[in-house]
């Protein structure tokens, strides 16, 4: 499958390394095109060009300065129309890190509304970097993907995707879900701020049985 990844950040440099050894065609977009190719060819990707080159994808992961996001991915409309466009990105702000937009449309939502046509997916924002870094699943504990869409055939792309890179997908619901996802890493970034952690990340417990008395000996 081409995937496009839009900046040259750490998440495309993760990211893209775990893509590109799970056997996908990834090519690389920034805003300078050198940039791009020498990270393409660190991590093995197929291609590197600006934005729109990197747009024309079956799935195209945004992954650029939060502040960035919608004006670029607006000024992309007409490309990204019909491809899976996964949002990766966190709209946080020092020094709380609450989300931008609490209590309001989510960055994905806002997102979609930029991109008429995009099958937007919130996924991997709260996954730091370094849990998908080379070496990182010797490290760290498997690492959950929690996924929210309001097109269930683009959750269900992206769910294959998280598989094939040795991750878990978690479907957490429509594309409104995003709001909490997007605070959730809030969360994650003022506790590494605070010293708790390099890097942190949550996982799902779910409850196998709902009695009150599950599990109690008489
Ligand atoms: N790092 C993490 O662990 C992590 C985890 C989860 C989610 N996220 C989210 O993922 C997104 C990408 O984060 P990241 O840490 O990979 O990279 P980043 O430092 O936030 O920057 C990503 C890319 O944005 C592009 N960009 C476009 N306009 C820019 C501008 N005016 N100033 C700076 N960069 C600009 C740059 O690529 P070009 O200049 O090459 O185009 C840059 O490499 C963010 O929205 C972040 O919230 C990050």
Redesign the pocket.
């Known amino acids: 499958m081409r995937i496009g990844i ?7 440099t993760a990211l893209g390394a775990r893509l590109v050894r799970a056997g996908h065609e990834v090519v690389i ?4 095109q050198a ?2 190719r020498s990270l393409s060819a660190d991590i093995g990707a197929a291609g590197a060009g600006d ?1 729109r080159f990197a747009a024309r994808a079956d799935v195209v992961i945004v ?7 919608l004006q ?1 991915v607006e000024s992309l409309g007409d490309i990204l129309a019909g491809s899976v466009v996964i949002d ?3 709209p ?1 702000d020092p020094p709380w890190f609450e989300s931008r937009y609490a209590g309001a449309e989510s960055l994905a939502e806002r997102l979609a509304g930029v991109a008429p046509g995009a099958r937007v997916v919130k996924a ?7 849990w998908l870094a080379d070496g990182a699943e010797a490290r760290f504990p498997a690492v959950q993907v929690f996924l929210a869409s309001d097109d269930e055939g683009a959750k269900d792309a992206v769910a294959a995707l998280v598989r094939q890179i040795g991750a878990e997908p978690v479907d957490v619901g429509p594309l409104r879900t995003a709001r909490q996802l997007e605070s959730l ?1 809030g969360l994650e970034v003022a506790l590494v701020d605070r010293g708790y952690a390099p890097y942190v990340g949550f996982r799902l417990v779910a409850g196998l049985d709902a009695s009150p008395t599950a599990g109690a000996t008489s």
């Open positions: 839009l900046g040259t950040g750490p998440m495309t977009g920034s805003r300078e940039r791009a934005y992954a650029l300065r939060d502040t960035e996001v670029i990766l990105n966190n946080l991997f924002n709260t996954v730091y970097a370094e890493a």
